[in-house]
């Protein structure tokens, strides 16, 4: 069964300091996963993509890595900010299927 | 500003009426995606569109429905509105309907409220 797994479920970090979120997945054949960033109430907003061939990406403060071999990725988030308070979801995508996580939430207390 | 809009921002009504949400995509975008996040959930994909076929099915109820119309703006039809129906509906378009680097881009949503 196609899945989508994320952790923590919620996270509270001091400004400034760096984090990791995880995302682990049983969807097959895999595609492409992303990385979304989601402030309460808004539309989510992409922040990386990446397919099979690739094991890292960033995006400013955002970078995302990605283990094909063992269906995991990570983002991670350097010098947080408190505009990084938000959930950030995981979508891993087969060529005709596209699964969610649930999403880490991430609060940034100054 | 990601270039999708939605209407209504935001709809109250009551059980067992029937709403239409709208979306506009992307300039040249061909797909347009439904979900639905309800409080404090993740989001549920519902449909999607391509071109204004059908595309994918997701965990759409039989009481929804959405069409694409051939300027490829899209509606979803939510009718017999229950309690639980309440919940942010939010719209993605892409440029094509499949592919590795096919990005989605969402629009700020539709905030449902069914008293």
């Known amino acids: 069964k196609n899945q989508v797994e994320q952790s923590p479920q919620s996270l509270i970090i001091l400004e400034g300091k760096n984090c990791t979120l995880q995302c682990n997945y049983t969807v097959s054949p895999f595609s492409n996963l992303r990385w979304y960033k989601q402030d309460t109430g808004r539309g989510p907003v992409s922040l990386t993509i990446m397919t099979f061939s690739e094991n890292t990406k960033s995006n400013g403060r955002y970078t995302a890595t990605l283990d094909a071999d063992t269906k995991q990725s990570s983002l991670h988030i350097t010098a947080s900010q408190l505009s990084d308070s938000a959930s950030y979801i995981c979508v891993v995508s087969a060529w005709d299927d596209m699964r969610f996580g649930a999403g880490t939430r991430l609060t940034v207390k100054p | 500003d990601s270039g999708v809009t939605q209407t209504p921002k935001h709809l109250i009504t009551a059980t067992g009426q029937r709403v239409t949400l709208r979306c506009s995509p992307r300039s040249g975008d061909l797909s347009v995606y439904w979900y639905q996040q309800s409080l404090d959930q993740g989001l549920q994909f519902l449909i999607q569109?391509?071109?204004?076929?059908?595309?994918a099915k997701g965990n759409i109820l039989e009481r929804f429905s959405a069409q694409q119309f051939p300027d490829l703006h899209s509606e979803l039809n939510l009718s017999s509105l229950e309690l639980g129906d309440s919940a942010l509906y939010f719209c993605a378009s892409s440029p094509r309907g499949q592919g590795a680097l096919n990005e989605q881009f969402f629009g700020p949503g539709t905030r449902l409220t069914v008293l």
């Open positions: 569109y391509y071109n204004g076929e059908e595309r």
